[in-house]
């Protein structure tokens, strides 16, 4: 009974940080328009608030992934771009490297959706994803 019941938290918490992956796209996607809002606007305090909060998501996102897979390499170049063209923003002022950002990562949730949610939901509802040996790096390195 206990080794089933450590199955079920393992498999719960396997399910929640795909989740949570979900949930910070879409937090910093939202973040991002509110920064072209602001910057729009020139309300230059706040969309440096926003900045901030958007490079907390990426640094997140970016200790997350695996160097170890190719399509882990790519992601760390990648967050690492949108980090250091994003901390430039409020003194640039550039508008541009903000929709870039808000394109890569609408398309990288989109695949994240696309690709590890649905196999996540078949392997959790299956009860098998210990076995499965589903794993972030493993997705991740789907993803190309």
Same mark, same amino acid.
């Given at each position: 009974?206990?080794?089933?019941?450590?199955? @079920?938290?393992?498999?719960?918490?396997? &399910?929640?940080?795909?989740?949570?992956?979900?949930?910070?796209? =879409?937090?910093?996607? +939202? =973040?991002?328009?509110?920064? +072209? /809002?602001? %910057?729009? $606007?020139?309300?230059? $305090? +706040?969309?440096?608030e926003n900045i901030s909060r958007v490079l907390l998501i990426l640094s997140i996102?970016?200790?997350?992934? *695996?160097?170890?897979?190719?399509?882990?390499?790519?992601l760390i170049a990648l967050y690492t771009q949108m980090i250091q063209r994003l #901390?430039? &923003?409020? #003194?640039? !002022?550039?508008?541009?490297? &903000?929709?870039?950002?808000?394109? @890569?990562? !609408?398309? %990288?949730e989109a695949l994240w959706k696309d690709k590890v949610l649905k196999e996540c939901? &078949?392997?959790?509802?299956?009860? *098998?994803?210990?076995?499965?040996?589903?794993? /972030?790096?493993?997705? %991740?390195?789907?993803?190309?």
């Open positions: 009974m206990e080794t089933l019941r450590q199955d @079920y938290q393992h498999d719960t918490l396997a &399910v929640e940080r795909y989740h949570i992956v979900d949930q910070l796209y =879409l937090e910093a996607i +939202k =973040l991002l328009e509110n920064i +072209k /809002m602001n %910057l729009l $606007k020139e309300e230059i $305090k +706040k969309s440096s996102l970016l200790a997350a992934v *695996d160097a170890n897979q190719e399509a882990g390499q790519f #901390a430039l &923003v409020p #003194a640039n !002022r550039d508008i541009s490297d &903000v929709e870039k950002a808000v394109s @890569y990562l !609408r398309h %990288l939901t &078949v392997c959790c509802s299956d009860s *098998d994803m210990k076995s499965n040996n589903i794993h /972030m790096s493993d997705t %991740l390195s789907r993803l190309q």
